[in-house]
């Protein structure tokens, strides 16, 4: 994830931060495979600050999605 989509997370809605959330814990994943510890840390690293901004936000902002099937 870019630094410029970190820095404006501020105007981002919860969608988007969910989706930012899945997408880090996905890439997460393949690193931790493939054994790149130090690129797993850093996304890991973006995932946290990807929750407080979560956290910080009004509880309903976020109640209902469109449904969607996930392949793993």
């Excluded at 989509?5 to 931790?32: G, H, I, N, P, V």
């Excluded at 990807?50 to 969607?68: E, S, W």
Aim: net charge negative.
């Amino acid at each position: 994830m870019s630094e410029e989509r970190m820095m404006t997370s501020s105007q981002r809605t919860a969608a988007e931060l969910w989706q930012d959330y899945l997408f880090l814990s996905r890439e997460m994943l393949k690193f931790l495979e493939r054994k790149e510890h130090e690129l797993f840390l850093e996304l890991m690293s973006q995932r946290e600050t990807v929750q407080q901004m979560l956290d910080g936000l009004a509880k309903d902002d976020f109640k209902h999605t469109r449904k969607v099937r996930h392949c793993f």
